[in-house]
């Protein structure tokens, strides 16, 4: 296990150096990848020219000269994420050919910090899924047990990490969709609060709830990365302020609540009894666990599946066939639409954009749509009533451990999946995702995960809790 | 409580018009059963949201966003890159189907 802080303290004693690292990194890649498929394409040379220039500049480096805190750490980038010159593909047939003509923000600025960007991960199409199997190309493998699922829809970036093929990855969190495969693939991965990160660059999926994170070794490396692209950007008018929301102070010791009723027969009794096991060593450690009614935020995957796909209807509408990506034939206009979204887009999708234009057509839209927004200020409400007396919510990341691949074929038992994390996007606030040891399946030992929920803009109190609570558990390497 | 919503072949095929996707019979099939399961589903909803008489749908909170009324990249700085991505051109102009038909 690297970690990015390891990886600069090394750079800077001179133990090893950019190319000899992202040398390493791309050999690990040419000799497992192939049966994991983390990646959709590798930027080789550009990977290797950039660790040249960074090895250079660390060799020339003045003893007091202040470096670039990303210098020469490569990274894999989510596949719905825009890098200038490289293709942009969201794993979709959609846009297989399309050319990033842009950066994103929180590309310009990793690069900007000295990040080095190995290669696009691959995902569910569009970010559409919690398995990585509906990436148009092909399906990746967790590396723990490759007949299982990484999670998603960021499993590429999260296989990539735990298969050692890059320090860290970046994801989107759209219902959950850094924090599951962090939690499937032994990782932390965290979503800041709504509007902290930039979405410029960012495809969009549904554009109330999206937000970039990233998915690391440990709470250290995630805070490192978050800082970096974090911040406002007159390109997303939904970034907000450091003063758009009262300071969330970080303590000594925190109370954690639990939703004990959110903890049906539906969570896996091992994923249950490692959980309350953790509940045991907080309580152990000096912090305080209490017990908590959360009604409305157990109900939220409803609401999430009217809202979100909702937004899917209307963010995947300029896919049509008519300024860039795939198009297909037809003898008129409207058949050149139909057609080319009828081949340029996967199951998945249409069934998400299906069920948008339902809960958005007349006679409908205010028993879905309104209901749903209705029941998603109830929730709001509930958290800023429940953050009065907790610092922390404590929720597993999902009710099982990784399944096998193919294994899910129902939509709705999959979309059960996103129960703990989804409520996180509705109301906005940050969650982030810690292992939580491993689990016996099949002689194999499976990952799992440990949700903490904070109030908005609390993502440092995350932070400071993953540091004194999970990082403070590792050994040091 | 859960209510059964089925969706019939007319109105998955009225969702296909609307969302300009052609779709197969194969397809249409399919999405009458998943569909009609993921709707039943959600409609949980009315009873969570309740029969709240103050509860107006508003999404999310509300700020103005503005920005200096300033040119904010140089002249043809993208127009290359994006004409390379359009599936038809002809010269610096994307071409499109006509839509007007000639008597």
Redo the contacts between chains.
């Keep these: 296990m690297n970690t990015i802080t390891a990886l600069i303290t090394a750079y800077k004693t001179g133990e090893t150096t950019p190319t000899a690292v992202v040398s390493a990194y791309l050999d690990v890649i040419a000799a497992v990848d192939s049966g994991i498929n983390a990646f959709l394409a590798v930027y080789k040379d550009e990977a290797l020219a950039a660790a040249a220039t960074a090895t250079k500049r660390y060799a020339t480096a003045a003893p007091d000269e202040v470096l670039p805190p990303l210098l020469g750490i490569p990274l894999a980038i989510k596949n719905n994420i825009l890098i200038e010159g490289q293709l942009a593909t969201a794993a979709s047939k959609m846009l297989e050919n399309y050319t990033a003509t842009y950066d994103a923000t929180i590309i310009q600025r990793l690069r900007d910090a000295g990040a080095i960007f190995i290669g696009a991960a691959n995902l569910d199409e569009f970010a559409m899924g919690g398995s990585t199997e509906n990436s148009a190309f092909r399906a990746t493998h967790n590396p723990h047990d490759l007949d299982r699922v990484p999670g998603g829809s960021s499993g590429g970036s999260a296989a990539a990490v735990a298969a050692d093929m890059v320090p860290a990855a970046i994801g989107t969190d759209t219902g959950g969709s850094v924090r599951q495969p962090a939690s499937f693939c032994g990782l932390v991965g965290f979503k800041p609060t709504y509007g902290a990160v930039s979405r410029y660059g960012l495809m969009a999926m549904g554009s109330s709830l999206d937000q970039a994170g990233p998915l690391t070794n440990t709470t250290a490396d995630a805070k490192l990365l978050h800082d970096i692209m974090s911040g406002l950007d007159p390109m997303d008018a939904t970034t907000i302020a450091p003063d758009t929301y009262p300071t969330v102070e970080t303590k000594d010791t925190y109370t954690f609540g639990v939703p004990r009723s959110f903890l049906t027969e539906d969570v896996d009794a091992d994923v249950l009894a490692a959980f309350d096991a953790h509940v045991e060593s907080l309580k152990a450690a000096g912090h305080t666990v209490v017990d908590i009614d959360l009604p409305m935020f157990e109900a939220g995957l409803a609401a999430y599946y009217i809202v979100m796909p909702a937004e899917v209807s209307s963010n995947l509408a300029r896919y049509d066939g008519i300024r860039y990506g795939f198009s297909a034939s037809g003898d008129d206009l409207l058949d050149v639409y139909k057609n080319t979204r009828a081949q340029g887009f996967g199951a998945e999708v249409k069934r998400r954009i299906l069920l948008g234009t339902h809960v958005l057509s007349a006679g409908y839209y205010d028993a879905y749509y309104g209901k749903a927004e209705i029941v998603r200020r109830k929730m709001r409400a509930e958290l800023d009533q429940t953050f009065k007396t907790v610092d922390i919510i404590l929720t597993p990341t999902a009710p099982t451990p990784a399944f096998k691949l193919g294994e899910q074929s129902d939509p709705l038992a999959m979309y059960r999946q996103d129960i703990f994390t989804v409520p996180v996007n509705l109301t906005g606030v940050p969650a982030i995702s810690f292992p939580l040891g491993t689990v016996d399946r099949d002689g194999k030992a499976l990952p799992i995960g440990v949700q903490y929920i904070a109030p908005h803009a609390g993502d440092e109190r995350l932070f400071d809790a993953g540091v004194k609570i999970y990082d403070s558990s590792l050994s040091p390497k | 409580m859960l209510i059964c919503h089925h969706?019939n072949r007319d109105?998955?095929l009225h969702?296909?018009e609307?969302?300009?996707?052609?779709?197969?019979d194969q397809?249409v099939s399919t999405?009458e059963t998943?569909?009609s399961?993921?709707?039943s589903?959600?409609?949980?909803?009315?009873d969570?949201?309740g029969d709240?008489a103050d509860?107006?749908?508003?999404?999310?909170a509300r700020y103005n966003?503005l920005?200096p009324d300033v040119v904010t990249n140089e002249p043809d700085q993208?127009t290359q890159?994006?004409l390379?991505?359009?599936?038809?051109t002809r010269g610096r102009q994307?071409q499109?189907?006509r839509?007007l038909k000639t008597n």
Excluded: F, N, W
């Design positions: 969706m109105e998955i969702l296909g609307l969302s300009r996707i052609a779709l197969t397809e999405l998943e569909l399961a993921i709707v589903y959600v409609s949980t909803v009315t969570i949201a709240d509860a107006t749908p508003q999404v999310g966003v920005r993208y890159a994006m390379q991505e359009m599936p038809k994307l499109v189907k839509i």
